[in-house]
């Protein structure tokens, strides 16, 4: 993170305080009704229309291993029957570790995928740059994809994706969300990074700052 993102959260705290609160309640009704919402199928209409997968890629285990909720986002990959599919995610573990990308490939193998189906992206580290790399990737004219996330994670792609121009359908991975103390904890989290992003994007908006919003559109 750099002195730009160290000084948006940063804004981002002190909105928080000065609203008691009620601006990360706001960012947390928007991610619930999001996730709560969203659908884990494509409708016929857009299932005829899409030629691409996107999976996004989720930080591995400590020992390397694929999370569950990494293995919840290929399994839906698995049953929406299009091919081929692409594993954005880059090396969140340090150079010891298989890429994100590199560890679904290798799941997805197992399951009896064909390996030229699958593609892998391995240099993005972050949500922002996952979808900036897929802006770059895209040829307008003929991929058409659909992206595979976590319910809890879809409100802040979503919101993402628009600012960078994406505006491609999402399936949830789960089928409902998944209610457990962790799910809360990553619900309140996505909100905490929304409401951060906003702060940035307005403060930059208000500042004119040019850098910070080519970062994020």
Same mark, same amino acid.
């Given at each position: 993170?750099?002195?730009?993102?160290?000084?948006?959260?940063?804004?981002?705290?002190?909105?928080?305080?000065?609203?008691?609160?009620?601006?990360?309640?706001?960012?947390?009704?928007?991610?619930?009704?999001?996730?709560?919402?969203?659908?884990?199928?494509?409708?016929?209409?857009?299932?005829?229309?899409?030629?691409?997968?996107?999976?996004?890629?989720?930080?591995?285990?400590?020992?390397?291993?694929? %999370?569950?909720?990494?293995?919840? &986002?290929?399994?839906? @990959?698995?049953?929406?029957? #299009?091919?081929?599919? $692409?594993? *954005?995610?880059?090396?969140?573990?340090?150079?010891?570790?298989?890429?994100?990308?590199?560890?679904?490939?290798?799941?997805?193998?197992?399951?009896?995928?064909?390996?030229?189906?699958?593609?892998?992206?391995?240099?993005?580290?972050?949500?922002?740059?996952?979808?900036?790399?897929?802006?770059?990737?895209?040829?307008?004219?003929?991929?058409? %994809?659909?992206?595979?996330?976590? &319910?809890?994670?879809? @409100?802040?792609?979503?919101? #993402?994706?628009?600012? $960078?121009? *994406?505006?491609?359908?999402?399936?949830?991975?789960?089928?409902?969300?998944?209610?457990?103390?962790?799910?809360?904890?990553?619900?309140?989290?996505?909100?905490?990074?929304?409401?951060?992003?906003?702060?940035?994007?307005?403060?930059?908006?208000?500042?004119?700052?040019?850098?910070?919003?080519?970062?994020?559109?």
């Amino acid at each position: 993170m750099g002195p730009d993102g160290l000084a948006m959260l940063l804004i981002s705290s002190v909105i928080i305080v000065l609203t008691g609160g009620l601006s990360l309640l706001a960012s947390l009704i928007h991610v619930l009704r999001t996730a709560w919402l969203a659908s884990s199928n494509l409708s016929s209409s857009q299932d005829k229309d899409r030629s691409l997968i996107v999976v996004l890629g989720v930080c591995l285990n400590a020992d390397g291993g694929l %999370p569950d909720d990494y293995i919840l &986002r290929l399994r839906r @990959a698995i049953t929406l029957n #299009m091919r081929p599919i $692409l594993i *954005l995610g880059g090396a969140t573990r340090g150079p010891h570790f298989p890429t994100e990308s590199q560890a679904g490939r290798d799941w997805l193998l197992t399951q009896d995928l064909p390996a030229d189906t699958i593609l892998c992206e391995d240099v993005s580290r972050s949500t922002l740059e996952n979808l900036t790399y897929l802006r770059s990737a895209l040829d307008p004219g003929t991929d058409r %994809p659909v992206m595979i996330t976590n &319910r809890y994670h879809i @409100a802040r792609l979503k919101i #993402m994706a628009r600012g $960078l121009g *994406l505006h491609h359908p999402v399936c949830a991975a789960e089928t409902s969300i998944p209610w457990s103390v962790s799910q809360c904890g990553k619900l309140v989290l996505e909100a905490a990074y929304i409401h951060w992003y906003y702060s940035g994007y307005w403060t930059a908006r208000l500042l004119r700052h040019k850098g910070m919003l080519a970062r994020i559109s």
